[in-house]
């Protein structure tokens, strides 16, 4: 027999007790996100933990969302990527990172990470890293910790008061830059210099998605403290998974 579960993001409490050669089903606290879960065996309910974790619950949906809407595979290297290299893979994070459901997944996942650092603002080069600074924003204001969202343009501009950064932010606030996808890391870089030089003290560096082509040591040299969320390796993993379940369904 199977039964649909929905498993929600906050702590949920495993309500219901086991019973020797009986399954109680679980009680669950309801919250104000929910994630859907795969149909599961009703012989499998005792395996299910006390209490799920928000985080990874959030980041399967985002990975799965990710593979749905940015991710796109040939079997040759047709896809020209911003390096000027051919990749056989293409990530345009884009249309995950302007979805309301993803804006959501992201900015919680992104601000638990930062929550305890007094971080004063988030942002990176427009216009990938702006939907998830402005996500991340939004979510600190609803937490109550309140972080400023910023923007590092790509070329300065040439009228009005000339500056490289845009928002609300000052000299001596700590920042965190952000960016969706990481090949080479020049991009974030770049965010990382004019930040600076802005005179913001940059603490930290997060990806959304490492492509691990490289970025990631190259922008260690810059910023000590880097993280990615979703890594190729996993996104792969994930992307696998998903075929094998389409083959499996379809015999």
Partial sequence: MFFQA????????????????????????????????????????????????????????????????????????????????????????????????????????????????????????SFGADPIANAVALISYQKGKPVKSFSVRERTKDHGIIKNIEGDVHKGERAVIIDDVITTGESTIKAITSAKDAGLDVVRVIALVDREEGGKEEILKHIKDFESIITRTRLMEAFNTRQLKKRTASV
């Fill in 6 to 125: 929905t498993i929600f993001f906050s702590d949920l409490l495993w309500l219901g007790k086991q019973k020797a050669g009986s399954i109680q089903s679980p009680a669950l606290l309801p919250c104000k996100l929910l994630c859907p879960v795969p149909l599961l065996r009703e012989s499998n309910v005792k395996n299910l933990p006390p209490i799920y974790k928000k985080e990874k619950c959030m980041l399967e949906r985002l990975k799965e969302m990710i593979l749905e809407k940015s991710f796109q595979l040939s079997d040759s290297p047709t896809f020209k990527l911003a390096s000027g290299k051919l990749s056989n893979y293409y990530i345009n994070c884009k249309p995950t990172t302007l979805n309301p459901e993803a804006m959501n997944l992201i900015g919680n996942i992104i601000f638990d990470k930062i929550k305890n650092d007094n971080i004063d603002a988030i942002g990176g080069l």
